[in-house]
């Protein structure tokens, strides 16, 4: 209320919302906003929260993009170039268009740590990918039925990602319509897959973990992971000092541990398998 449907509009609309990216793809929808002239205490509270206005992906994902990358608002494509697959040479490419600039580097600032806060303290908690920081928001929608009233029980559950926090390389948004046999929580639903997408993403590209984001706040009934200790070098007969929230299980024949899985350390579950594999000091020295 104290923001105001005028300025709230206006930061809806220079998000995107309300009109095609223009990204290049057919049939691409405006998405749905209330007309300013039917805006009224109902209508500016419901928007403000996303009820009673309906978006596209596309344009979900350009706008939090926006918001966490410093302000840029980028016009998207679906590929970087396109190359002809029997010449190998690029047909097409494209740069990195802004748009508009929609907020300050400083309030994208503050948004990035926010979301990051959802991920490492809140409803996002199972989007966390450990050695990663990683920011980003759940979303519960409920569906209009054919009568024009919203349903009961049905949901669009979504959830959208960003990673590094910090230093944004990627934004993944993922939306489950009406999941069965669970609740309908984004939180609950969408953020394991987008956290699992993240994870493998940013290995793929080569982003090395780090260990300075924000800590991951533990929930009963949730256990806190351990770290994997560094057992490579060591003889098979002192693992087991290591050993005391861990299983081993061996490979290979030999005394000296010449290799382990998971990596030293990795995050894993109280209790995980902890596979090492051996081999005799001549065979060790020999590699």
Excluded: C
Excluded at 247 to 273: F, L, M, R, T, W
């Amino acid at each position: 209320m104290k923001l105001g449907k005028e300025k709230l509009f206006t930061y809806i609309k220079d998000f995107g919302f309300g009109k095609k990216t223009g990204i290049d793809l057919q049939g691409e929808g405006n998405g749905i906003l209330f007309d300013p002239e039917d805006i009224g205490p109902v209508e500016l509270a419901t928007t403000s929260f996303g009820q009673g206005v309906s978006v596209t992906p596309i344009q979900q994902v350009m706008a939090v993009a926006a918001a966490v990358n410093g302000g840029n608002l980028y016009e998207p494509h679906i590929a970087k170039e396109w190359i002809d697959s029997r010449t190998g040479k690029t047909v097409d490419n494209f740069e990195n268009e802004i748009k508009d600039k929609v907020i300050s580097e400083s309030t994208s600032k503050e948004l990035r740590y926010a979301l990051e806060s959802v991920v490492a303290k809140g409803t996002g908690k199972p989007a966390y990918v450990d050695g990663y920081r990683v920011g980003g928001k759940t979303g519960t929608a409920q569906k209009v039925g054919p009568d024009g009233q919203y349903m009961q029980d049905n949901y669009i559950v979504s959830f959208i990602g960003f990673a590094p926090a910090d230093d944004p390389e990627i934004v993944v948004y993922v939306a489950i319509d009406n999941p069965k046999d669970t609740l309908q929580f984004g939180g609950v639903v969408a953020a394991p897959i987008v956290g699992t997408i993240i994870g493998d993403s940013l290995r793929a590209m080569g982003v090395e973990p780090r260990e300075d984001g924000l800590e991951k706040e533990v929930d009963w009934p949730e256990q806190p992971k351990v770290e994997v200790p560094d057992l490579i070098g060591l003889k098979k007969k002192d693992v087991t000092e290591y050993m005391t929230n861990l299983s081993i299980e061996v490979e290979g024949s030999g005394d000296h541990i010449i290799d382990q899985e998971p990596k030293a350390g990795s995050k894993v579950e109280e209790g995980a398998k902890i596979r090492i594999y051996l081999s005799n000091k001549k065979d060790r020295d020999s590699d």
